[in-house]
């Protein structure tokens, strides 16, 4: 087990609607990462999370947006959810060299 | 041209074949490498980081070409436990944002 822990594990949201995903961080790492990975697909940078900073952003519209706490564990926040948002979301926890990176199990978001 | 290609597969190979992937990556500045390893469902595994020598972890063996801007990963003696989707992950010189290839899948049979 990799210590980083995700919740919900799956998830269930109508259009429109807002959700909060949460990630925690394994011991003595202080850089969360968050990921969406569609069917098929490899995970596609979001934004990066470090000391409560965010330290970089792919290419994910504003209505995308992050925490991080002081110990480390972080949120995702998408506000009106398209039906393209179902996805699989994981969150990594790192060093912000990114030597190596663990990965959550995953928060499964359904938007119908 | 995406940041990072591999060809989805799927790779089907029977038990004991040797089998490579390989991944290329478009942006000459990138400085690290990594193989990741993900099971139908579940979240991404770090398989083992490529070293511009080329590295080896049992049966698994990883090289970097930075001339053609490639790196690959080598499977012998496959086993059906082998059977899953390998990312293949690049980082950018002075950047900590890591970009990930869309997989490719390996599918190992009796």
Same mark, same amino acid.
């Given at each position: ?22 990630? *925690? %961080?394994?011991?003595?790492? #202080? ?6 990975? /569609? @069917? ?32 480390? *564990? %972080?949120?995702?926040?998408? #506000? ?6 179902? /996805? @699989? ?24 | ?110």
């Amino acid at each position: 087990e990799t210590g980083v822990t995700q919740s919900p594990t799956h998830l269930i949201k109508t259009r429109g609607q807002q959700v909060t995903l949460r990630c *925690s %961080s394994q011991s003595g790492h #202080n850089t969360v990462s968050w990921y969406q990975q /569609a @069917l098929g697909q490899g995970p596609q940078f979001i934004f990066q999370y470090y000391r409560e900073e965010e330290n970089g952003r792919g290419n994910f519209p504003p209505r995308f947006s992050g925490l991080q706490f002081p110990n480390y *564990s %972080s949120e995702l926040n998408v #506000n009106a959810l398209e039906l393209d948002d179902s /996805a @699989l979301y994981l969150c990594a926890s790192s060093f912000v060299d990114y030597t190596e990176a663990f990965f959550g199990q995953g928060t499964r978001l359904t938007v119908v | 041209r995406k940041e990072v290609e591999q060809d989805p597969g799927p790779f089907n190979v029977p038990e004991g074949a040797t089998v490579a992937f390989n991944c290329t990556y478009s942006n000459s500045a990138s400085q690290s490498f990594f193989w990741y390893r993900q099971d139908c469902r579940k979240e991404p595994k770090l398989l083992m980081s490529v070293y511009s020598s080329g590295n080896e972890d049992g049966r698994f063996t990883a090289q970097l070409n930075r001339a053609s801007q490639y790196i690959s990963l080598l499977i012998r003696d496959s086993k059906l436990s082998d059977s899953a989707t390998y990312l293949c992950v690049v980082n950018m010189e002075g950047s900590y944002i890591p970009t990930f290839g869309r997989g490719t899948s390996l599918i190992v049979h009796p």
